[in-house]
């Protein structure tokens, strides 16, 4: 059955090529954006591009998140996951795992190409590359969460992004710490170990904390 709910994800996601290539290039054309609008401060570039890099991601994951239940809700398909006896925790964490495989892991490989490209130092590279992997599950887990809370509302496209950036306030605060720490030569394990952390607590607990808010989404 897993399998099956596997190849079902993918062939939704290879069926619609928008899904795994449009991300990616929202992330480049905002990266390519910032050295038009600071010219050749290349000194200041360096310094802020690890944020820039982090912000990008976020509003990536906004982006592919918003409305990630909507076409299984209009189509009945949530109330079929409900009433089967298929486990939905599963169901859902399968959905989080490929969203982030077509999402945020292109942007995770291609990190190498980035660093390159703006001069970013090797070792500053691997932290970006660590905070990326850890954080981004994360980001997508909180922001599915956010869609299944605004799941019938007629403004959610407004109300998801307004409730779930707070949350991602965290990731963001810690990541870029990470990064500044080893661009100060300093420790940065600590900032590495709230991450996971964080992603421990997260990714399990989530499908059912989506289960419980799907539940009610359905019921209202």
Do not use: H
């Amino acid at each position: 059955m897993i399998n099956i709910l596997i190849k079902k994800e993918l062939s939704l996601y290879f069926r619609n090529l928008n899904n795994i290539f449009l991300p990616l290039i929202f992330f480049f054309l905002i990266i390519s954006i910032f050295p038009l609008v600071l010219g050749p401060e290349k000194t200041l570039f360096n310094k802020i591009i690890p944020g820039v890099i982090w912000i990008t991601a976020i509003l990536t994951t906004l982006l592919t998140s918003n409305n990630f239940f909507k076409e299984d809700f209009n189509a009945g398909i949530i109330e079929t996951y409900l009433t089967s006896d298929v486990s939905i925790e599963i169901v859902l964490f399968i959905r989080i795992i490929v969203c982030w495989i077509f999402t945020c892991l292109p942007i995770v490989i291609f990190i190498p190409i980035v660093s390159i490209l703006f001069d970013i130092t090797f070792q500053s590279s691997i932290v970006i590359l660590l905070t990326l992997v850890i954080g981004t599950p994360i980001l997508i887990s909180i922001g599915i969460f956010g869609s299944a809370l605004t799941l019938g509302l007629a403004k959610n496209n407004i109300l998801t992004p307004v409730i779930i950036i707070p949350f991602y306030i965290p990731v963001l605060i810690f990541s870029a710490s990470a990064i500044q720490s080893v661009s100060a030569g300093l420790p940065y394990d600590m900032q590495i170990y709230i991450l996971a952390s964080l992603l421990t607590l997260v990714l399990p607990t989530m499908p059912y904390l989506l289960k419980y808010t799907l539940e009610i989404s359905i019921n209202n």
